[in-house]
Protein backbone atom coordinates (compact mmCIF):
# COMPACT_ATOMS: atom_id res chain seq x y z
CA UNK A 1 0.00 0.00 0.00
CA UNK A 2 1.37 3.26 -0.68
CA UNK A 3 -0.42 5.57 0.63
CA UNK A 4 0.44 9.31 0.36
CA UNK A 5 4.07 9.85 -2.36
CA UNK A 6 5.33 13.04 -2.10
CA UNK A 7 8.09 13.41 -4.90
CA UNK A 8 10.80 15.21 -4.89
CA UNK A 9 12.24 14.09 -1.31
CA UNK A 10 14.67 16.50 -1.66
CA UNK A 11 15.11 19.53 -3.31
CA UNK A 12 17.93 22.42 -3.70
CA UNK A 13 16.93 25.79 -5.47
CA UNK A 14 17.96 28.97 -5.99
CA UNK A 15 16.49 31.98 -4.89
CA UNK A 16 13.85 32.93 -7.81
CA UNK A 17 13.90 29.69 -9.06
CA UNK A 18 10.25 27.73 -9.45
CA UNK A 19 9.38 24.61 -8.88
CA UNK A 20 5.89 22.03 -7.90
CA UNK A 21 6.14 19.57 -5.40
CA UNK A 22 3.74 16.63 -6.36
CA UNK A 23 1.42 14.39 -3.56
CA UNK A 24 -0.50 11.64 -4.79
CA UNK A 25 -2.51 9.67 -2.84
CA UNK A 26 -4.64 6.13 -3.68
CA UNK A 27 -6.91 6.01 -0.66
CA UNK A 28 -10.04 8.04 -2.74
CA UNK A 29 -9.50 10.75 0.09
CA UNK A 30 -11.85 13.54 -0.85
CA UNK A 31 -9.68 16.12 1.47
CA UNK A 32 -5.81 16.83 1.17
CA UNK A 33 -3.57 19.19 2.69
CA UNK A 34 0.27 20.61 2.48
CA UNK A 35 2.41 21.71 5.58
CA UNK A 36 5.35 23.20 6.48
CA UNK A 37 7.94 22.32 8.73
CA UNK A 38 10.05 24.41 10.35
CA UNK A 39 12.62 23.90 13.48
CA UNK A 40 10.43 25.14 16.43
CA UNK A 41 7.01 25.99 15.05
CA UNK A 42 5.85 23.05 14.39
CA UNK A 43 3.47 22.14 11.35
CA UNK A 44 1.60 25.12 10.07
CA UNK A 45 -0.97 24.46 7.42
CA UNK A 46 -0.40 26.20 3.70
CA UNK A 47 -3.05 25.28 1.70
CA UNK A 48 -5.94 22.19 1.52
CA UNK A 49 -8.49 21.11 -1.07
CA UNK A 50 -11.74 19.74 0.13
CA UNK A 51 -12.27 17.98 -2.91
CA UNK A 52 -11.34 17.96 -6.87
CA UNK A 53 -11.19 21.26 -8.48
CA UNK A 54 -11.30 23.24 -4.85
CA UNK A 55 -8.63 25.07 -2.57
CA UNK A 56 -8.36 26.70 -0.19
CA UNK A 57 -6.07 29.02 2.06
CA UNK A 58 -4.71 27.71 5.67
CA UNK A 59 -2.22 29.94 8.31
CA UNK A 60 0.76 30.72 5.69
CA UNK A 61 -0.49 30.11 2.34
CA UNK A 62 1.58 33.04 0.70
CA UNK A 63 4.04 32.42 -1.99
CA UNK A 64 2.68 29.19 -3.23
CA UNK A 65 -0.28 28.09 -5.52
CA UNK A 66 -1.62 25.07 -5.54
CA UNK A 67 -3.82 23.04 -7.80
CA UNK A 68 -6.14 19.53 -7.53
CA UNK A 69 -7.10 18.69 -11.02
CA UNK A 70 -7.19 15.32 -9.95
CA UNK A 71 -8.99 13.58 -6.85
CA UNK A 72 -5.58 11.41 -6.13
CA UNK A 73 -3.18 14.34 -6.78
CA UNK A 74 -2.77 17.89 -5.28
CA UNK A 75 0.09 19.52 -6.74
CA UNK A 76 1.64 22.76 -4.26
CA UNK A 77 3.86 25.38 -6.67
CA UNK A 78 6.40 28.10 -5.53
CA UNK A 79 6.76 30.77 -8.35
CA UNK A 80 9.43 32.41 -7.51
CA UNK A 81 10.99 30.70 -4.38
CA UNK A 82 12.60 32.36 -1.70
CA UNK A 83 15.44 31.51 1.31
CA UNK A 84 12.69 31.65 3.74
CA UNK A 85 10.68 29.44 2.11
CA UNK A 86 13.54 26.52 3.07
CA UNK A 87 11.37 24.09 4.99
CA UNK A 88 10.12 20.07 5.17
CA UNK A 89 6.99 20.11 2.93
CA UNK A 90 4.49 17.56 4.03
CA UNK A 91 1.16 16.36 2.37
CA UNK A 92 -1.35 14.56 3.97
CA UNK A 93 -4.64 12.92 2.76
CA UNK A 94 -7.95 12.62 4.95
CA UNK A 95 -11.58 11.72 4.44
CA UNK A 96 -14.53 13.11 5.50
CA UNK A 97 -16.72 12.46 8.60
CA UNK A 98 -20.22 12.54 8.81
CA UNK A 99 -20.50 15.99 9.20
CA UNK A 100 -18.07 16.76 6.84
CA UNK A 101 -14.91 17.14 8.98
CA UNK A 102 -11.95 16.06 8.33
CA UNK A 103 -11.28 12.52 9.61
CA UNK A 104 -7.83 11.20 10.47
CA UNK A 105 -4.66 12.78 8.65
CA UNK A 106 -2.11 10.32 6.38
CA UNK A 107 0.94 11.47 6.11
CA UNK A 108 3.80 11.23 3.46
CA UNK A 109 7.54 11.23 4.00
CA UNK A 110 7.99 14.80 3.68
CA UNK A 111 10.16 16.98 0.71
CA UNK A 112 13.26 18.55 2.24
CA UNK A 113 13.67 21.75 0.41
CA UNK A 114 16.56 24.45 0.28
CA UNK A 115 16.35 27.74 -1.18
CA UNK A 116 19.75 29.35 -1.82
CA UNK B 1 -3.01 31.93 16.24
CA UNK B 2 -5.71 29.58 16.01
CA UNK B 3 -3.08 26.87 17.15
CA UNK B 4 -3.44 24.06 19.70
CA UNK B 5 -0.74 24.34 22.05
CA UNK B 6 1.35 21.66 23.65
CA UNK B 7 2.90 21.92 27.38
CA UNK B 8 5.30 20.81 28.11
CA UNK B 9 7.74 21.88 25.27
CA UNK B 10 10.14 19.07 26.04
CA UNK B 11 9.59 16.07 28.56
CA UNK B 12 12.79 13.98 29.65
CA UNK B 13 12.35 10.49 31.37
CA UNK B 14 13.42 6.86 32.26
CA UNK B 15 11.83 3.84 31.16
CA UNK B 16 9.01 3.04 33.07
CA UNK B 17 7.88 6.24 33.69
CA UNK B 18 4.35 7.34 32.69
CA UNK B 19 4.61 10.46 30.17
CA UNK B 20 1.59 13.23 30.14
CA UNK B 21 1.34 16.34 27.83
CA UNK B 22 -1.39 18.66 27.43
CA UNK B 23 -2.55 20.56 24.54
CA UNK B 24 -5.22 23.82 24.64
CA UNK B 25 -6.74 25.02 21.75
CA UNK B 26 -9.11 27.66 20.52
CA UNK B 27 -11.70 26.69 18.29
CA UNK B 28 -14.78 24.77 18.50
CA UNK B 29 -14.46 21.30 17.45
CA UNK B 30 -16.48 17.99 17.30
CA UNK B 31 -12.68 15.75 17.44
CA UNK B 32 -9.46 16.30 18.54
CA UNK B 33 -6.26 13.99 17.53
CA UNK B 34 -3.05 13.57 18.67
CA UNK B 35 -0.28 12.34 16.20
CA UNK B 36 3.52 11.20 17.17
CA UNK B 37 6.30 11.56 14.85
CA UNK B 38 9.75 10.22 14.85
CA UNK B 39 12.45 12.25 13.62
CA UNK B 40 12.67 13.22 9.96
CA UNK B 41 9.71 11.17 9.20
CA UNK B 42 6.01 11.98 8.48
CA UNK B 43 3.06 12.16 11.38
CA UNK B 44 1.23 9.21 12.12
CA UNK B 45 -2.09 9.53 13.52
CA UNK B 46 -2.25 8.14 17.36
CA UNK B 47 -5.64 8.49 18.39
CA UNK B 48 -9.10 10.84 17.75
CA UNK B 49 -11.02 11.81 20.75
CA UNK B 50 -14.97 12.86 19.90
CA UNK B 51 -16.51 16.00 21.72
CA UNK B 52 -18.95 13.79 22.91
CA UNK B 53 -16.14 11.87 24.59
CA UNK B 54 -14.15 12.72 28.41
CA UNK B 55 -11.51 9.87 28.06
CA UNK B 56 -10.39 7.37 25.72
CA UNK B 57 -7.94 4.61 25.79
CA UNK B 58 -5.49 2.61 23.36
CA UNK B 59 -2.97 0.81 24.41
CA UNK B 60 -0.61 2.19 26.42
CA UNK B 61 -2.21 5.89 25.50
CA UNK B 62 -4.77 7.29 26.99
CA UNK B 63 -6.32 10.76 26.05
CA UNK B 64 -8.83 13.24 28.17
CA UNK B 65 -10.98 15.66 26.91
CA UNK B 66 -12.11 18.66 28.34
CA UNK B 67 -14.66 20.85 26.07
CA UNK B 68 -15.70 23.55 28.47
CA UNK B 69 -11.58 24.47 29.25
CA UNK B 70 -10.88 23.67 25.35
CA UNK B 71 -8.23 21.26 27.05
CA UNK B 72 -6.54 17.69 26.14
CA UNK B 73 -4.01 15.50 27.63
CA UNK B 74 -2.28 12.64 26.07
CA UNK B 75 -1.00 10.42 28.48
CA UNK B 76 1.89 7.49 28.04
CA UNK B 77 2.17 4.88 30.37
CA UNK B 78 4.86 2.48 31.14
CA UNK B 79 7.38 4.74 28.59
CA UNK B 80 9.87 3.04 26.13
CA UNK B 81 13.03 3.84 24.64
CA UNK B 82 11.17 3.39 21.80
CA UNK B 83 8.18 6.06 22.03
CA UNK B 84 11.08 8.97 21.98
CA UNK B 85 9.33 11.03 19.53
CA UNK B 86 7.30 14.41 19.01
CA UNK B 87 4.14 14.68 20.09
CA UNK B 88 1.25 16.77 18.56
CA UNK B 89 -2.56 17.65 18.71
CA UNK B 90 -4.66 18.85 16.26
CA UNK B 91 -7.53 20.64 16.58
CA UNK B 92 -9.82 22.50 14.04
CA UNK B 93 -8.53 25.13 11.73
CA UNK B 94 -12.43 27.06 11.44
CA UNK B 95 -15.89 25.76 12.46
CA UNK B 96 -16.26 24.59 9.21
CA UNK B 97 -13.85 21.63 10.59
CA UNK B 98 -12.56 20.51 6.95
CA UNK B 99 -8.81 21.43 8.17
CA UNK B 100 -6.63 20.94 11.12
CA UNK B 101 -3.83 22.34 12.66
CA UNK B 102 -1.20 21.40 14.49
CA UNK B 103 0.79 23.13 17.60
CA UNK B 104 4.64 23.28 18.25
CA UNK B 105 4.46 19.93 19.87
CA UNK B 106 5.97 18.06 22.81
CA UNK B 107 9.61 16.26 22.48
CA UNK B 108 9.53 13.46 24.73
CA UNK B 109 13.00 12.03 25.31
CA UNK B 110 13.20 8.55 27.27
CA UNK B 111 16.29 6.61 28.56
CA UNK B 112 17.32 3.45 29.17
Known amino acids: NAGVTQTPKFRVLKTGQSMTLLCAQD?????MYWYRQDPGMGLRLIHY???????AKGEVPDGYNVSRLKKQNFLLGLESAAPSQTSVYFC???????????????FGAGTRLSVL | SQQGEEDPQALSIQEGENATMNCSYK?????LQWYRQNSGRGLVHLIL?????REKHSGRLRVTLDTSKKSSSLLITASRAADTASYFC????????????FGKGTTLSVSS
Open chain 1, 92 to 106: ASSYSGLAGEVGIQY
Open chain 1, 27 to 31: MNHEY
Open chain 1, 49 to 55: SVGEGTT
Open chain 2, 27 to 31: TSINN
Open chain 2, 49 to 53: IRSNE
Open chain 2, 90 to 101: ATFLNQAGTALI
